[in-house]
């Protein structure tokens, strides 16, 4: 038979407690990170970062929603190693191979703009549309 101390079994209990706690904040957080109902639906658009350019090489999206753009570079060459649009505000990004990477944005003006990778050499069409068009 196992005896167990009286500051065994405390100790046992605080550890015990401790995991239910840790499991009650991490509930909470799961809850946290669910949108609201009343939220609208973000657009996810999946990207290619290759060998062949951007993948789609024209993407549609339509002003004032928002929008995830998600990224996977899947080349080892430098030219892919960063995107960015900077007539929407999209600030150079990092890509890392096999990694892929989620830029949020929301545009607001109905145009043509250009994604482009780090070197400016790999390009894809942005057409931003006018809701209900």
Same mark, same amino acid.
């Given at each position: @038979? ?17 995991? @239910? ?113």
């Amino acid at each position: @038979m196992m005896r167990v101390s009286r500051s065994g079994l405390a100790g046992a209990a605080v550890v015990a407690v401790m995991a @239910m706690a840790g499991m009650a904040v991490a509930v909470g957080n799961a809850r946290a990170a669910v949108p609201a109902a009343d939220d609208p639906p973000v657009t996810r658009i999946e990207i290619e970062v290759g060998a062949r350019g951007f993948v789609p090489s024209e993407i549609e999206l339509v002003a004032g929603e928002k929008v995830d753009l998600v990224f996977t570079r899947t080349t080892p060459s430098g030219c892919a190693a960063q995107v960015h649009i900077p007539e929407l505000g999209v600030e150079r990004t990092d890509l890392t191979q096999g990694e892929p990477k989620t830029v949020s944005l929301t545009p607001e003006k109905p145009g043509t703009y250009q994604l482009m990778c780090g070197h400016n050499m790999l390009k894809a069409k942005v057409k931003v549309v006018a809701p209900g068009s």
